[in-house]
């Protein structure tokens, strides 16, 4: 089996594992994990050849912007607080926490490598958090804050790894210049976000085409990530930026089959991506176990302790912190979401899995240092760093559902009601008021006007029949099914009209271009 052809298998594993997780109650990345792990023991299997410096670079900008499309500015600004805690102040705790126990347990790790360990370690994978966290049928509020730790942890534990690194590469250190690196990238990457998310959505008003548009914003994550970490900058920063400032501006509501293209193209792309990454770090297991013959009890101990301090401070430190959010949050009344309880903060704590920037910065690690000494304890950083990437990413991965049954913490159904209630009434507000404009300045028919008036009021009714009334509410159950026929015969006649297109391709002078136009025509018109 070449490169070429694990590729393939891990493409065609990562759409496989969406199903099987849906079936079996499991979340698809540790599926895919498992996955590559098997493969890796096998013994036709090739070993992984992928660079660790184009890692980061090709699998986190699609899928930190695939990740950006299912979030907004707003929601991060109400929640920059608990965000901060945890993407912040976490990070930094965590990565001091496990460079002091590693650089104890460790014979002759520097604390500088042990704060590149720590640093690796330290974040949340944006990607596993809420792609196990976002099938569990989570509170939106805990979706949120996960989502945001998720995304902006990168930036100051990957500022952190390379201040660390560099420590350690030329042997000297600087509490100033590293404070002034980390504020300076954070101002480059923000500085090249909106920049490019200025150019980027003026590009898309100009490119026009739906088809067009999809491929510059597959370009864009790549471009903002490359840029950013040339000026030296943060990339990831960077991504954000740009995905937030796009989400916010490019979004024009009539362009219908745009959205709905451009949303299909990046649930793809996040699901092939993230698949890929996934078994990636199950591949790379045969590497880092192969290294390590006959001291592998001795790794696997340091670990388990690391793992251990891991865990344990991201619980010691959500319970007061989120007991502070509370306070705040009750005091000044903030717009913000937070646990509500501690089933919830229960629910935060075992959400905290690590992966693929983990491994992405783990096989980063220089092999010398600047004199020309091999980098200390760098066989032994991985290995431990595999170690906690595992044991989080599996155990809590796999055991998540089922605290999340335990505990009972579940969607707030009720509040999801109202607002699709009170969207409902605001969207037929909107069409009425449209409608009133209309006639105000063109002369309609009474029928057409009544007709048009029930179509404005049936389209809230469509999306919360709770809208209407006793009275109107029997009318409207048997005027639906009466449209729900009629849609089904409507579709089961375009269907035969696609089939009688589509098989014009295969006669003899047929022009497949034009077939395909007037299939397009056929499809536009069933989609409406």
């Known amino acids: 089996m070449d490169q070429v052809a694990l590729l393939l298998a891990l493409l065609l594993g990562a759409v496989v594992t969406v199903p099987l997780g849906e079936r079996f109650d499991l979340p698809p990345p540790v599926l895919?994990?498992?996955?590559?792990?098997?493969?890796?023991?096998?013994?036709?299997?090739?070993?992984?050849?992928?660079?660790p410096e184009f890692i980061l670079p090709l699998i986190l900008p699609p899928l930190l912007y695939a990740a950006v499309q299912r979030t907004s500015w707003r929601q991060f600004a109400a929640n920059v607080r608990p965000i901060l805690l945890l993407a912040v102040a976490l990070v930094f705790v965590t990565t001091?926490?496990?460079?002091?126990?590693?650089?104890?347990?460790?014979?002759?790790?520097?604390?500088?490598?042990?704060?590149?360990?720590?640093?690796?370690?330290?974040?949340?994978?944006?990607?596993?958090?809420?792609?196990?966290?976002?099938?569990?049928?989570?509170?939106?509020?805990?979706?949120?804050?996960?989502?945001?730790e998720g995304l902006f942890n990168d930036v100051t534990a990957i500022v952190l790894y390379h201040v660390a690194i560099a420590a350690v590469v030329s042997g000297t250190f600087s509490w100033p210049a590293a404070a002034g690196q980390l504020v300076l990238s954070g101002v480059v990457a923000v500085v090249v976000g909106f920049a490019?998310?200025?150019?980027?959505?003026?590009?898309?008003?100009?490119?026009?085409?739906?088809?067009?548009?999809?491929?510059?914003?597959?370009?864009?994550?790549?471009?903002?990530?490359?840029?950013?970490?040339?000026?030296?900058?943060?990339?990831?920063?960077?991504?954000?930026?740009?995905?937030?400032?796009?989400?916010?501006?490019?979004?024009?509501?009539?362009?219908?089959?745009?959205?709905?293209?451009?949303?299909?193209?990046?649930?793809?792309?996040?699901?092939?991506?993230?698949?890929?990454?996934?078994?990636?770090i199950g591949l790379e297991l045969h590497t880092v176990f192969g290294t390590e013959d006959g001291r592998v009890p001795e790794l696997l101990g340091w670990g388990a302790v690391i793992t251990g301090v891991v865990v344990g401070v991201r619980l010691l430190w959500l319970l007061p912190a989120t007991a502070l959010a509370k306070k705040l949050h009750n005091?000044?009344?903030?717009?913000?979401?937070?646990?509500?309880?501690?089933?919830?903060?229960?629910?935060?704590?075992?959400?905290?899995?690590?992966?693929?920037?983990?491994?992405?910065?783990?096989?980063?690690?220089?092999?010398?240092t600047d004199s020309g000494a091999g980098f200390p304890g760098r066989d032994e950083i991985?290995?431990?760093?595999?170690?906690?990437?595992?044991?989080?990413?599996?155990?809590?991965?796999?055991?998540?559902?089922?605290?999340?049954?335990?505990?009972?913490?579940?969607?707030?159904?009720?509040?999801e009601r109202d607002l699709e209630h009170s969207l409902a009434i605001r969207a037929a507000k909107a069409a009425r008021q449209r409608l009133k404009e209309i006639e105000a300045v063109e002369e309609l028919p009474e029928e057409v006007s009544e007709r048009l008036l029930r179509?404005?009021?049936?389209?809230?009714?469509?999306?919360?029949?709770?809208?209407?009334?006793?009275?109107?509410?029997?009318?409207?159950?048997?005027?639906?099914?009466?449209?729900?026929?009629?849609?089904?015969?409507?579709?089961?006649?375009?269907?035969?009209?696609?089939?009688?297109?589509?098989?014009?391709?295969?006669?003899?002078?047929?022009?497949p271009e034009v077939v395909d136009r007037v299939l397009r025509q056929l499809d536009v018109r069933s989609l409406r």
Request: net charge negative; glycine share 8%; no cysteine.
């Open 32 to 51: 895919m994990t498992l996955a590559g792990a098997g493969v890796a023991f096998l013994p036709f299997a090739p070993m992984v050849e992928i660079s």
């Open 96 to 148: 001091a926490a496990v460079a002091a126990v590693a650089h104890a347990i460790v014979p002759g790790l520097p604390i500088a490598a042990a704060v590149a360990l720590g640093a690796l370690v330290a974040p949340p994978d944006p990607v596993a958090a809420t792609a196990v966290a976002g099938r569990l049928g989570l509170p939106r509020r805990l979706v949120s804050i996960l989502e945001g």
């Open 196 to 280: 490019l998310g200025w150019v980027s959505n003026k590009l898309m008003d100009l490119l026009g085409d739906a088809t067009l548009q999809i491929g510059l914003s597959l370009m864009v994550p790549f471009v903002a990530y490359v840029l950013a970490e040339e000026l030296h900058g943060s990339g990831v920063l960077a991504v954000l930026t740009t995905a937030l400032y796009l989400a916010e501006h490019a979004t024009d509501a009539d362009d219908v089959m745009g959205r709905l293209a451009g949303n299909t193209f990046w649930q793809i792309i996040d699901t092939l991506v993230t698949g890929v990454a996934f078994g990636l």
């Open 331 to 368: 005091r000044r009344d903030y717009n913000e979401e937070i646990p509500v309880s501690w089933r919830e903060t229960i629910i935060m704590w075992w959400s905290g899995m690590r992966g693929v920037a983990s491994v992405a910065l783990a096989l980063a690690i220089p092999l010398t």
């Open 382 to 415: 991985i290995f431990i760093a595999f170690v906690v990437i595992l044991s989080t990413l599996v155990l809590q991965g796999l055991t998540l559902p089922w605290l999340v049954r335990r505990l009972g913490v579940r969607v707030d159904a009720d509040a």
């Open 455 to 511: 179509g404005a009021y049936e389209v809230g009714a469509r999306i919360s029949p709770d809208i209407i009334d006793e009275d109107r509410r029997e009318w409207y159950t048997k005027r639906t099914e009466r449209v729900r026929t009629i849609r089904r015969i409507q579709r089961e006649m375009m269907s035969a009209a696609r089939h009688e297109v589509l098989s014009a391709r295969s006669e003899p002078g047929a022009n």
